[in-house]
Nanobody
Framework: VQLQASGGGLVRPGGSLRLSCTVSGLTLGDYAVGWVRQAPGKERKGVSCISASGLESYAESVKGRFSISRDNAKNTLYLQMNDLKPDDAAVYFC?????????????WGQGTLVTVSS
C-alpha cells in the first residue's frame, strides 16, 4: 500500500488549500482513510477521517473549516481546508486503516507541508 500526499504550500491566514492523497494497493472505498498533522515539536494529531461507509469525523479545531472527501474512481483522498489559521501550520499526512472504521491507521504517506503565515 502506498499513499502520496500533495497540495501543501504557503498560504496567508484566512486562505484555503486542498490537499490530495493518491492511494495505490488498496481500494479506497473499502477502508477508512484520513488525515493527520504534526506541527513542529508536537505530536501527531488526527485531523479528519472518513470511514468506508462515508462517515466523516473531524477534530474539534477544524470543524466547519475543513472538509474531507474521496473519489473512489480515482482512488484519491482530499482535504479541503478553508479559513486557515497559523495553528493549522503542520506537516499533513494521509493515512489508511486496514479496517472499514476510523480506529487506527496502518499505512502512512510521506506528508505535505502546510505553512500559514502573512
Amino acid at each position: 500500500v502506498q499513499l502520496q500526499a500533495s497540495g501543501g504550500g504557503l498560504v496567508r491566514p484566512g486562505g484555503s488549500l486542498r490537499l490530495s492523497c493518491t492511494v495505490s494497493g488498496l481500494t479506497l472505498g473499502d477502508y477508512a482513510v484520513g488525515w493527520v498533522r504534526q506541527a513542529p515539536g508536537k505530536e501527531r494529531k488526527g485531523v479528519s477521517c472518513i470511514s468506508a461507509s462515508g462517515l466523516e469525523s473531524y477534530a474539534e479545531s477544524v470543524k466547519g473549516r475543513f472538509s474531507i472527501s474521496r473519489d473512489n474512481a480515482k482512488n484519491t483522498l482530499y482535504l479541503q481546508m478553508n479559513d486557515l489559521k497559523p495553528d493549522d501550520a503542520a506537516v499533513y499526512f494521509c493515512a489508511a486503516a486496514n479496517s472499514r472504521w476510523c480506529v487506527a491507521y496502518d499505512y502512512w504517506g510521506q506528508g505535505t507541508l502546510v505553512t500559514v503565515s502573512s
